[in-house]
Nanobody, 120 residues
């Protein structure tokens, strides 16, 4: 399974970006999906997650500004980021918990990361 993340870039504070993450390969069903971010010298933190069904979860730092969504038919995850702040500058990673075969336990897969830089 491969996860391809894209949509990062340079944006001014107060601006918006939309990240996408497309999953491909041997996929029976995708369970949870999430976005993480890692700033220089910091650990990789979960900022938003979305199960295959049910409610979303957001870290307090992005709640009310970021929106996570997914298109199950396209095996694609999205992150709409509004009201961006310089503190949002980081490499953003997507994660998917994937059942590759019926009856097999799920495995975690990661995208390659996409850099988001927010200038003052």
């Amino acid at each position: 399974v491969q996860l391809q993340a894209f949509g990062g870039g340079l944006v001014q504070a107060g601006g918006s970006l939309r990240l996408s993450c497309a999953a491909s390969g041997r996929i029976f069903r995708i369970n949870n999906m999430g976005w993480y971010r890692q700033a220089p010298g910091q650990p990789r933190d979960l900022i938003a997650s979305i199960p295959s069904g049910g409610s979303t979860h957001y870290a307090d730092s992005v709640k009310g500004r970021f929106t996570i969504s997914r298109d199950n038919a396209k095996n694609t995850l999205y992150l709409q980021m509004d009201s961006l702040k310089p503190g949002d500058t980081a490499v953003y990673y997507c994660n998917a918990n994937v059942f590759q075969y019926r009856g097999a336990p799920p495995d975690d897969f990661w995208g390659q990361g996409t850099l988001v830089t927010v200038s003052r």
